[in-house]
DNA sequence: CCTCCTGGGCTAACGTTGTTAGCCAGACTC
DNA sequence: GAGTCTGGCTAACAACGTTAGCCCAGGAGG
């Protein structure tokens, strides 16, 4: 199995570098993520960063990578698995990634909204940890499921990975379509999966971004939209 | 009618100022929308606009409460007309917001995908105007078609208005629900409407972005996500 | 052992960005 | 006429990404 595309291929010290880049990311937010600030995570300064990567865009295309290609592996488990209903159990089994030993960052950092991600002023990110409840959930469900814990413990990551223009020629090819295809799998017909990857995102980035009203029940949403998507409806 | 929560008063000079940004983002795109630029546009200086405004911080504010109400008029009133199958028709009619006269600025431009905005490489912007055809169309098609055609043809601010973290504070209060209550509107129940939003935010920001495969067909994925959130669906 | 080369660090510096401080001309008020 | 805003201006700062150029360690080849 693993992530089938593979990542273009860093250097080892390119490696610890993005490594790093992951680890500032994701505990001090986007904004933080400086040539400088990298540099002195590592002990040198910036300019040394580039006899190791060719720009700050190198260094968010590999991160972006990494993100798909961590997202792919948690969709791709949870629409193989046979439907577990604790979405949190695939993270933990699959994470570190078999392709890329030396990312050992601790991304498993269970489910409670990163501590502090100072740029981004966490609004309305007090209450969501989503509640795990209910029957034992479709195939739908389970995937929307994994998609929303996969990007609620990533936050800074997935926003990178999936917002913005994509630098699509510097990316490793077939990724997205890869990290993309578990919708496929678990909706059968290409529009309506397409469709299902939308709303997906659409949940996950607004809730991210802090876009709902403040007492909102994310949790229903997600149940509405699943049931929308799902064959025969109750 | 017109857009019911007032956005925040701005000075005649600072109008002018916020109009100018609105051009300069959607001609030049967003990472060309330097206070500098913004300035030279209008004939001063940078330090001038700190005469008007407090910081870019405001300028972006002032561009979301625009683009935000703009959206939420050509929603309400696709969601008010009694159904008709030509989307088209409805920016035209309100667009020129009586709220703000001096917003002289030709939003309507019509739906071809914004001539250049360079620092968004376009991608597979190319082919995708949406193709109207099939059907009448119930409400649910009538309301998500507005809302792609209103974001599609203005792109840089319908990203800057609903992506990234919003600044709550600054922001005129009860904008973002008055915008997005035409989902409402058109589907009766609050957290199906909240998923129908979700879809439809998820399917323009990725199209936006250039997020989907080359020659997906994207009316289909639009129709296909309209069956799924109808009620009694075929 | 000496030489050479190269990998990987360094400092200095440039051009942009947002932003502040402080100056000054005109217009309006009393 | 004196005074006070209003709204321009220049100069400057800090932080950013990035480039140029120096230099030291260590391995390769003779």
């Given at each position: 199995m693993s992530s089938h595309p593979e990542p273009s291929p860093l250097s080892p010290r390119a490696t610890e570098i993005v490594t790093a880049a992951r680890a500032l990311l994701e505990e001090q937010g986007p904004d933080s993520l400086t040539m400088r600030a990298l540099a002195e995570r590592l002990g040198?300064?910036?300019?040394?960063l580039y006899k190791h990567l060719p720009d700050k865009a190198a260094v968010e295309v590999a991160l972006i990578e990494r993100g798909l290609a961590e997202l792919g592996q948690a969709l791709h488990t949870a629409v193989t698995?046979?439907?577990?209903?604790?979405?949190?159990?695939q993270e933990a089994s699959t994470c570190p990634s078999p392709t890329d030993p030396s990312s050992a960052t601790p991304v498993t950092a269970a489910l409670e909204p990163i501590a502090a991600a100072p740029d981004f002023p966490a609004q309305t990110l007090t209450a969501d940890v989503p509640t795990d409840e209910g029957?034992?959930?479709s195939p739908i469900e389970t995937l929307l499921s994994a998609y929303r814990h996969h990007a609620l413990a990533n936050p800074a990551l997935y926003r990178l990975a999936t917002?913005?223009?994509?630098p699509r020629k510097r990316l490793a090819p077939g990724l997205e379509e890869w990290a993309g295809s578990p919708f496929f799998l678990a909706v059968g017909e290409p529009h309506l999966a397409q469709a299902l990857w939308s709303f997906a995102h659409g949940m996950v980035i607004l809730e991210l971004d802090g876009r709902?009203?403040?007492?909102?029940d994310l949790d229903r949403t997600w149940a509405e939209g699943a049931r929308a998507f799902s064959p025969g409806r109750p």
């Open positions: 040198i300064r910036a300019p040394s698995t046979p439907a577990g209903p604790s979405a949190d159990s029957p034992p959930s917002s913005g223009p994509l709902y009203p403040e007492g909102s």
